[in-house]
């Protein structure tokens, strides 16, 4: 019988654990890392995990989108475009482990448009308040 104690490979397989990162190049390896190192599922993990990262995704697409005015806006798409790559990298992880795909995508739409409305709104109050 094996010594599990001793065994380093075994225990090395431990759970990934996600973290909340805008950073999207770690939001690209920790997709992978859950895809590959996750050994069990349930409603709760990797699910927990996927939500970091898409919150992380969330918060970077609206700082871009709130420097997203005017000239700035051509500056700021292709960084969007990075952070869109994530969402569907996202995606087919949360796909891959038999989530809801309807449900992440919809809460995907609904997240990005609110994200949008907010940053409009505060694009809006801090031009009111430099131009008078």
Known sequence: MANWDNDFEAQQLKEYEGRFTVNFK???MDVDEINEKTLEVNDKHPKDSLMKLWAGTMCGMFFFFLLSYQV???ATIPFLI???V????????WKSFKYSSGQFWGMTIAGLLAVFALAMVVQHFVSRAVLG
């Open 26 to 28: 770690k939001i690209y």
């Open 72 to 74: 700035l806006a051509l």
């Open 82 to 84: 990075f952070y869109f």
């Open 86 to 93: 994530a969402l569907v990298r996202i995606g087919k992880c």
